[in-house]
Antibody
């Protein structure tokens, strides 16, 4: 069965960096686009970034452009999110999600990892 | 402020029907498929409807979706207390080159 397992969350000071990982299993990882979606405490879902199945294209929400980098290692079935210059407003649960072959729909989600940006 | 607009909350009695609206624009809903997600308290979102009106395996036919122009609607019939959750619409926005969600609708089954 499809599994997505995030890790790397924690408490970090403003301005510092953190790298999230998402290990995938149960499907052909290299065949699907992968996304990061976040949810601030008590708030709604916010799409963060996408990377195409082969890593050839990436898109980001405006609020993280220039600070976050999405990447993948298809040989390790792993998705990453490098988060630099973190701000308090980046505090959220970060979910990795697999799309259906189009970027408009996510049919599998991880359990999420909490990132808290605080001094 | 979310790109897609949903009502913050809806409520209805057990056994009744409820609809949740999702309003967007020509750069998102009108020209892309809409999906709906259910998020039970403390859990990850779960795909409920895809390609505007299709249900993944295991989703009961009490859940339905539709789309017309720049708006989409989720319908739930035969409400159960277990349906209490947050519901989100989502799609892709071609102008933003970004995924977009509605702000979420909290369903209360009275």
């Amino acid at each position: 069965q499809v599994q997505l397992v995030e890790s790397g969350g924690g408490v970090v000071q403003p301005g510092r960096s953190l790298r999230l990982s998402c290990v995938a299993s149960g499907f052909s990882f290299s065949s699907y686009g992968m996304h990061w979606v976040r949810q601030a405490p008590g708030k709604g879902l916010e799409w963060v970034a996408v990377i195409w199945y082969d890593g050839s294209n990436k898109n980001y929400v405006d609020s993280v452009k220039g600070r976050f980098t999405i990447s993948r290692d298809n040989s390790k079935n792993t998705l990453y999110l490098q988060m630099n210059s973190l701000r308090a407003e980046d505090t959220a649960v970060y979910y990795c999600a697999r799309d259906v072959g189009r970027a408009d729909t996510f049919n599998y989600w991880g359990q999420g990892t909490l990132v808290t940006v605080s001094s | 402020q979310s790109v897609l607009t949903q009502p913050p909350s809806v409520s209805a009695a057990p056994g009744q029907k409820v609809t949740i609206s999702c309003s967007g624009t020509s750069s998102n809903i009108e020209n892309n498929f809409v999906a709906w997600y259910q998020q039970l308290p403390g859990t990850a979102p779960k795909l409920l409807i895809y390609e505007n009106n299709k249900r993944p395996s295991g989703i009961p036919d009490r859940f339905s979706g539709s789309k017309s122009g720049t708006s989409a609607t989720l319908g739930i019939t035969g409400l159960q207390t277990g349906d209490e959750a947050d519901y989100y619409c989502g799609t892709w926005d071609g102008s933003l080159s970004a995924g977009v969600f509605g702000g979420g609708t909290k369903l209360t089954v009275l």
